[in-house]
């Protein structure tokens, strides 16, 4: 959620700038929505995974991920030229598609979140862990729990109260953390270049073609590529704040996906030149617990690791934060109009904050994280797992976004060219392919994941035939509420 982000902060960013007496420019919500990806945390551990599959051709792989997510943000880009409040995925779902294909779409994202919230905790208590390494303490025998819960616990208190001045600090923390993140990424290809880097390897530029990594491999790495664009739309909630909202939205979200993609590669560029592209450098990135942290301490020094470190925690709460209140607001919806318990339809009184939706959400969470810690997980397994299942999620959900962008070009009257919809449909071809290579050929765990992933979204479609109304009234009220 990345970063994250990720995904879905749609009421903390609405809640962030309502209120300005200065409207948003492009600059400001592509900056945003780029925070919202949690840059510093999908750099930090998603590189790894993608190392284990391909080896050194990790920046081809972001470069592939890169083209997906633009043909993927095709569909936002366009819509919210014509649907300026817009949200969040249902929204648009559900204003070209109609309001069962809203509740659908509210369904996978809020698997997405769920899923989401959980692999974060586990990034929490990788950064943890990594700044205590690097402070010389050592992190005692499932202490990494204690972080999940404790983090769990912070998460809880802030989002019950609904503090803006705890996310906006974490979020500015996250812009400079990107900044520093960027100067690791000079300081490493200089030093490579220079020849005094502690690899010999030398500044290898066949990182950026496939070398010897076969399509499928690459495809099946995709996936945690395409999660670091996790939150790209989040600037669409912004439409009421911004200046020119038809304008301004949609090239913001353009910078955000381009900006992102130049950041990304660069960074994975460093990280693959600065491990070393030899079999011994390709196994260290792979079996690395968090990239910029190790390379921080290699390249700069432990105090520069510590840094990055902490950074990297703050932008992992701040994607927790805004993942658990983003399901808690449609765990709420849900239950608010028959979907669920009715206790979870509850607010306070205080701050109108969805308590009881947010205390289940927060306990799934950490009940999910429990969960893999019995089966003898870890919090790098925490993290990996449950992010492909949330990113596979999020999958289906961004692949309404363009069905959606596809009718809408084809209605009469439509001023979007018929040509242009090549660009959703190959979004869709992309979105199809990276979850069907995680069906075929995957070893256990991963086997597994596109198929959970699958039940979960296939269960919303089970409550749209086996209760339409419902699904209808749920799924119109959702869009007409993100659409304000």
């Not at 750099?43 to 997906?68: D, H, Q, R």
């Not at 990135?285 to 390249?299: D, H, I, N, P, Q």
């Not at 979960?456 to 749209?464: D, E």
Request: aromatic share 10%; glycine share 12%; net charge neutral.
């Amino acid at each position: 959620m990345s970063e994250s982000t990720a995904t879905g902060v749609d009421e903390l960013t609405h809640s962030m700038t309502t209120g300005l007496h200065r409207k948003l420019r492009v600059w400001e919500v592509t900056a945003l929505s780029v925070g919202f990806m949690g840059p510093v945390m999908a750099m930090s551990l998603n590189g790894i995974g993608v190392a284990g599959l391909v080896g050194k051709a990790v920046p081809f792989t972001f470069l592939v991920s890169f083209a997906g997510t633009m043909l993927v943000a095709y569909a936002f880009i366009r819509l919210t030229r014509y649907f300026a409040h817009a949200g969040s995925v249902y929204a648009l779902a559900g204003a070209t598609l109609g309001p069962r294909a809203g509740f659908f779409g509210g369904f996978a994202l809020l698997g997405t979140y769920l899923f989401f919230s959980a692999c974060i905790t586990g990034a929490c208590a990788v950064f943890f862990g990594a700044m205590l390494g690097e402070l010389g303490l050592a992190e005692p025998s499932g202490g990494w729990l204690v972080v999940v819960v404790v983090s769990a616990a912070l998460a809880l208190a802030l989002n019950v109260r609904e503090s803006t001045v705890t996310t906006r600090t974490l979020l500015a923390i996250g812009m400079v953390g990107i900044v520093v993140m960027v100067v690791l990424s000079m300081i490493i290809i200089a030093r490579v270049a220079s020849g005094s880097a502690p690899v010999s390897t030398g500044v290898d530029l066949g990182t950026l073609l496939p070398g010897e990594a076969s399509m499928t491999a690459v495809m099946t790495a995709a996936v945690f590529g395409f999660l670091s664009w996790a939150g790209f739309e989040s600037g669409t909630s912004l439409g009421e704040e911004t200046r020119d909202p038809k304008r301004t939205i949609p090239k913001a979200l353009t910078y955000a996906v381009v900006l992102a993609g130049v950041i990304y590669t660069l960074v994975m560029f460093a990280q693959t030149i600065g491990y070393g592209t030899d079999a011994a450098g390709q196994e260290a990135f792979a079996g690395a617990s968090s990239t910029l942290t190790e390379l921080s301490s290699t390249y700069v020094g432990p105090w520069f690791a510590v840094l990055i470190s902490v950074i990297a925690f703050c932008v992992a709460f701040a994607s927790l934060l805004s993942c658990t209140a983003a399901a808690a607001r449609l765990v709420f919806a849900l239950a608010r109009d028959g979907f669920g318990p009715a206790q979870l339809a509850r607010i306070s009184a205080k701050t109108g904050a969805p308590v009881v939706a947010t205390v289940t959400v927060i306990g799934l969470t950490v009940a999910l994280a429990m969960l893999l810690a019995a089966l003898g997980g870890g919090p790098i397994e925490v993290y990996y797992w449950y992010a492909t299942i949330a990113t596979l999620c999020m999958v289906v959900a961004y692949g309404m976004a363009s069905v959606g962008v596809i009718r809408h070009t084809f209605r009469p009257g439509s001023p979007i060219r018929s040509w242009e919809a090549a660009f959703p449909v190959l979004g869709l071809v992309f979105l199809a392919y990276v979850y069907i290579v995680q069906v075929a050929g995957q070893e256990t765990p991963y086997s597994y994941f596109p198929w959970l992933a699958g039940a979960w979204c296939l269960a919303g479609l089970a409550v749209i035939l086996a209760a339409p109304r419902l699904a209808e009234r749920i799924g119109a009220r959702l869009t007409v509420e993100d659409l304000g």
